[in-house]
C-alpha cells in the first residue's frame, strides 16, 4: 500500500466483540495496544501492564480477527533484555499476534534483529513512547527541535535496517511525520503525527469518545454516526481518503 500510496487504517482493540465490529469495518491492522492500562484497566499511565496482561487481550482480540493483521504491544519492561524480548514475543505470538510492537529507538536495533531472525515480525514506535513517560518528563510533543528530529529520523532509520517493517510514530510536529515517511521504505503509521504519514493509528476508546480525555490529535467519530459499526467504518474512509487528521489533530 505504501509503495502505491494508499493509505491504510489502524485501530487498538482489547478484546473479541470489537475486534469483530473492527473485521466488519475492513480496518487493515488492529493494535493489541498496552494503552489497555489506560482504557481498560484505569490506570494513569502503562507502566503496570504485564505480559500476562497482553497475552489474555492478545487471545481474545484473535478470536474475532480474521483478516486484519495483528499487532501486540510489548509492555514495560518486557524486552529488557534480549532474553526478556525473545522469551516474552514468544507467548504474544502463541496467544495470537502476527507482530509485537516495542517503543524505542536505535538502542533496540539488535533486539529487533535477534527477533526478526527467530521469526518474529517486528513494529517499531518512536516520538512520544509512552512506556518512557518519566524519563521524557511527561506526554509531550517530541522532536520539536531540528537535532531532535534528524534523530529521530536517524534511530528510526536503524530499526528498519535491523528488520522492523513497520512503525509508529507517536505526538510529533507533522513535518516530521512527512520526513520520516519520506525517509523510511516501510510504512510509517502516525497518532498525532499529521496528515502525511502512510497509516494512522487511533486507540478505540478515544475515537468512540468514551475515553476520560479525547487527546488534542484524536476525533470522536461516534458524535457523526449512529453506530459503533459505523464510527468505526468512517474512520477508516477518512484515513484512506485523506481527510483524517485534519489540521486542528495536528502538532
Ligand atoms: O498502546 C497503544 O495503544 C499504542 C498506540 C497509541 C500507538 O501504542
Redesign the pocket.
Known amino acids: 500500500m505504501k509503495a502505491s500510496g494508499d493509505k491504510f487504517a489502524v485501530i487498538?482493540a482489547y478484546d473479541f466483540t470489537f475486534a469483530k465490529l473492527i473485521e466488519n469495518a475492513g480496518i487493515e491492522v488492529v493494535?493489541v495496544?498496552?494503552?489497555l492500562g489506560n482504557v481498560i484497566q484505569g490506570r494513569d499511565s502503562?507502566i503496570p501492564v504485564t505480559v500476562a496482561d497482553m497475552v489474555y487481550h492478545t487471545a481474545a482480540v484473535k478470536r474475532g480477527n480474521s483478516n486484519a493483521l495483528l499487532i501486540a504491544?510489548m509492555p514495560f519492561m518486557s524486552y529488557a533484555t534480549e532474553t526478556q524480548a525473545l522469551e516474552n514475543a514468544a507467548l504474544l505470538m502463541q496467544a495470537g499476534a502476527h507482530m509485537v510492537?516495542l517503543e524505542g529507538g536505535a538502542w533496540l536495533a539488535e533486539t529487533v534483529r535477534l527477533l526478526c531472525e527467530r521469526g518474529i515480525p517486528v513494529c517499531g514506535?518512536v516520538g512520544l513512547t509512552?512506556q518512557s513517560v518519566h524519563k521524557l518528563g511527561g506526554y509531550k510533543v517530541q522532536g520539536k527541535e531540528e537535532q531532535a528530529a534528524a534523530q529521530m529520523i536517524s534511530e528510526a532509520k536503524a530499526l528498519e535496517k535491523a528488520g522492523a517493517e513497520l512503525i509508529?510514530v507517536?505526538c510529533v510536529p507533522s513535518s516530521l511525520g512527512r520526513a520520516l515517511s519520506q525517509a523510511l521504505t516501510i510504512p510509517v503509521i502516525g497518532?498525532g503525527a499529521g496528515p502525511d504519514t502512510d497509516a494512522q493509528?487511533l486507540?478505540l476508546h478515544d475515537m468512540l469518545g468514551i475515553s476520560q480525555r479525547l487527546p488534542r490529535f484524536s476525533k470522536n467519530f461516534l458524535e457523526d454516526n449512529t453506530s459503533i459499526q459505523s464510527a468505526i467504518s468512517a474512520y477508516g474512509d477518512a484515513v484512506r481518503a485523506g481527510t483524517f487528521p485534519a489540521p486542528e489533530h495536528c502538532f
Do not use: N, W, Y
Open positions: 487498538t493494535l495496544g498496552d494503552s502503562t504491544d510492537k514506535h509512552p509508529v507517536e497518532i493509528v486507540v
